[in-house]
């Protein structure tokens, strides 16, 4: 059934792969890469089964949640609520954003941006520019690349498993592509256009709702910057 479910979703990603929304009231904020880390107000966009069917009457997402991985962090009530109760999109980020010029004021991505390698990520990146308005803002957090070596002393079976040679058979869009520094990051975010490039600090900015929607203040790395 799981199988089935997961080439269902691929089909089904790769009709929507070259769409544009319109009508959108906006400016708006959209979250990308967003699992179930989510909330009011926000238009949250990703490619899994749970914005597949939040859409849903309420018996199918019950149906779903046993093969999303939902169950390892959420009971089934708890899951039913996230993704019934907030803004989801169902979309194929590799393929680039939905959205047209200038219609978002903020973008917001955690744990993401590393799921994709580089051409793909510097392509969202620039769409993500191209739908931002002038002054909008984007804040990344991504697993921090000098945290991450810095367990290789100590640590390297830790370090390599968890952020190098991840081997999720199951689900290979786990695997990280990809690993960021500051340095990395903020040169490509400026090639793109940004400007203003800072590094941020966990849970804090001049960024809506970052007390709600950053996680793993440990090893990440944040980043902001404006169009």
């Known amino acids: 059934m799981k199988n089935i479910l997961f080439l269902i979703n691929t089909i089904l990603l790769s009709l929507k792969r070259n769409r544009k929304l319109r009508n959108i009231d906006g400016p708006i904020k959209v979250n990308l890469g967003c699992g179930l880390t989510v909330t009011k107000g926000w238009i949250n966009i990703d490619g899994s089964l749970n914005s597949l069917v939040s859409r849903l ?4 997402i019950r149906l779903i949640y046993r093969y999303t ?3 390892q962090s959420f009971d089934v009530g708890e899951y ?3 993704v ?3 803004d989801f999109i169902h979309h194929d980020l590799r393929d680039g954003l939905p959205f047209g010029s200038n219609t978002l004021s903020h973008v ?3 744990h993401f941006i590393e799921h994709l390698n580089r051409d793909e990520a510097t392509n969202l990146l620039g769409d993500a520019y191209d739908a931002l308005v002038s002054g909008g803002k984007i804040r ?3 697993p921090d690349l000098e945290y991450a070596i810095s367990l290789y002393p100590d640590n390297k079976k830790d370090m ?3 952020y190098f040679f991840i081997n999720d058979k199951a689900n290979t869009f786990s695997n990280h592509k990809y690993m960021y520094d500051f340095d990395s990051m903020s040169t490509m975010l400026s090639r793109i256009g940004f400007r203003d490039i800072v590094r941020g600090d966990f849970a804090e900015g ?3 709702n970052v007390d709600l929607l950053d996680n793993r203040c440990k090893d990440s790395l944040f980043v902001e910057a404006i169009k």
């Open 57 to 60: 009457p309420e018996a199918f």
């Open 69 to 71: 991985g939902a169950n």
């Open 80 to 82: 039913v609520n996230i």
């Open 84 to 86: 019934s109760n907030n």
């Open 108 to 110: 917001y991505s955690s």
């Open 140 to 142: 990344i957090s991504v």
């Open 160 to 162: 390599m498993e968890k």
């Open 206 to 208: 001049d960024f809506p």
